[in-house]
Structures are given as C-alpha cells and as structure tokens.
C-alpha cells in the first residue's frame, strides 16, 4: 500500500489530461480512420474532430477521463502507460458508442456545446456509427498483440453487456413509478460504473500487474464510476448548460429515476408525493414544471443525500486505489483525477 497525497510527484490533472491526449489520440483518430467512410464521417463530426461538412475544426473531442484511468491504472501497477494504450483506445470507442446511441434513445440535441450526431446525420446514421465503434473496439484490442490481449477482451465484452443492461434498466424507469433505491443503484453500476471499472482493470492488466492489483484497480473504477454517476446525476438538474453543454433539467425533462430522483422519491418528506406526481404525468416536464420539479427534489432530500453519498462513495474508491498501488506518483494522479470528476461545480 502507498500514501496518496500531493508530495508523491504526481502532476497536476489538467497534464496528465494533456498528456494522456498526446500518447492516446493519434491511436483513437487513426483507429477511426480505418471505418468505412459514412460511419467514419459521422464519428469524426461526434468526436469533435470535422464538422457536418468533413471540414476539420480542430476539436479535441471528450476529456479523454477513462483513457486517462487506463493508461494510469497499468503505471499505477508498476507497468508503463504505452502498454495500456490499446486498452485505452477500446474503451474510449466504447463510451462513444454508448453517446451516440444515448443522444437517440434520449432525444438529446445537445452535446460538448454542439448539435448531436443523429441531430444531423439522422437516426440510423448515428446508430450505425455506434455499432462501428463498438466493433471496432474488439478488434482494437485483439490486433493490439499485447500477451494479455485474449483476456482483455472477453472481459471488455462483458462489461458491455453490463453496460447494456444497465441502460435498458434506465430506459425501463422512465416508464415506471415504482423504482427503488437498490435496484437504481444497480443501474448505475452497470451503466456507468462497470467501464470506468473496466478501464482501470484492462489498464492493471496490460500493466502487468497482479490478480489482486487488478482487482482492486477495477474495484477502484466502479465505486468511483458510481460517485461520478452520482455527481453527474445533480449536474443533470442543476448543472449550468454553459458549463454542461446540456440543456438544463434535461434529465428531470425525460423523466429519468437518476439515483438523486429516486431517493427524494423514497423520503419521507411531504415533497416526494408532488414530485411522484409530477413525474407520473404522460408527457415530458417543461417550464415552470421542470423549476418546480427540481425544487422538489431539493426539498425531498435528494441533493444532499446525492452529495454525501457520492463523497462516501468516493472515500471508499480511494482505499481500493491505496491497497493496489505499487506506484506512488501515479496513484496521486488517479486519485486527482478521481476527486476532480466528482466534483459538482463542473
């Protein structure tokens, strides 16, 4: 076990981000740039690469977060970021899969501060695109060569079979009224605290690293892909769209039983009867009801217990990451990372 703190070397997030781009963005664009040329167009406008023309815009896409876990969960094991670098790649094309078919399901017109891909391109398109990267994916990390490279993807591929589960789940609440605490939680571990989880473990794994390593680094992942969920769930009502690049309330709009909704919904408080309510009518929220909505949620207790729960969470991510560590300085910077993705000012 090694200490965390800021005297290990580590370097500040806002690097390691810059840095894990420079080693891991020529792999994902020249990864891309082997699709066929429709999908590959439509993933190059998502990726903030082209504009809806083909032009280049000079766009650096996402933050690059789970790349970023990857690469610093096989240092972190006592191995070296290149190796982790197909690994990276595969689970950067699968949570764009993920977004792409998200914006359809949701109707979302918004993302990164730009139109969504099926906004322009139309529905199929965006699926297809999806489905490529998904595909591509696999095949990145089984061309990769890497000795461990058989393993990784059988354990990629059920993590996206966690992660389409936990999505159905997510689509089935809105329909529903009747949607505990326990089994949101489990929606939340699937759809989004398994990739973070897969990501740190593919990353120990390439890394070199031990059984044990692996499982406390992909242990480390889901619990902090869970506080992040959570983190980002109070974004999503009352997160600022300059800052989000969404519309606000846009969870609240559709309906969704984040893990926030559902603990307000489950108080005791005299709010939770207006907010279930609300939530019940068989149209999406606008307006003043989408204010009042969030407002209730407030009321009800679901933004404070989202903010404790998620630090909880956090804490307990962290002694994962302590237990595992063999590296100092990059246990420092997943763990800097890992606190600046859970904040809520963001």
Known sequence: MVAIDETTGGRPAAEVLAGVRDTVDPALRAAVETLPPSPQAIAAYHFGWRDERGDPIGGAGGKLFRPALCLLAAQAAGGTAEDAVPAAVAVELVHNFSLLHDDVMDGDTTRRHRATAWSVFGMGGAVLAGDALLSLAFDTLAASGHPAAGDAVRRLNATVQRLIDGQSADIDFERRADVDPAECRAMAEAKTGALLGCACGLGAALGGGTPRQVQDL????????????????????????????????????????????????????????????????????????????????????????GERESAVLLERALGHLRSAAAAAAPAAELADLARLATRRDH
Do not use: C, M, Y
């Open 218 to 305: 992909r242990r480390f992942g889901e619990l902090l892909g869970l506080s992040f969920q959570i983190a980002d769930d109070l974004l999503g009502i009352w997160g600022d769209p300059a800052t989000t690049g969404k519309p606000v309330h846009s969870d609240l709009r559709n309906r969704k039983k984040t893990l926030p909704v559902v603990a307000a919904l489950t108080s005791a408080a005299a709010e939770s009867g207006e907010l279930a309510a609300l939530l019940a009518r068989d149209r999406p929220l606008h307006g003043a009801e989408l204010v009042r909505a969030a407002e209730l949620v407030e009321l009800a207790g679901g933004r404070s217990w």
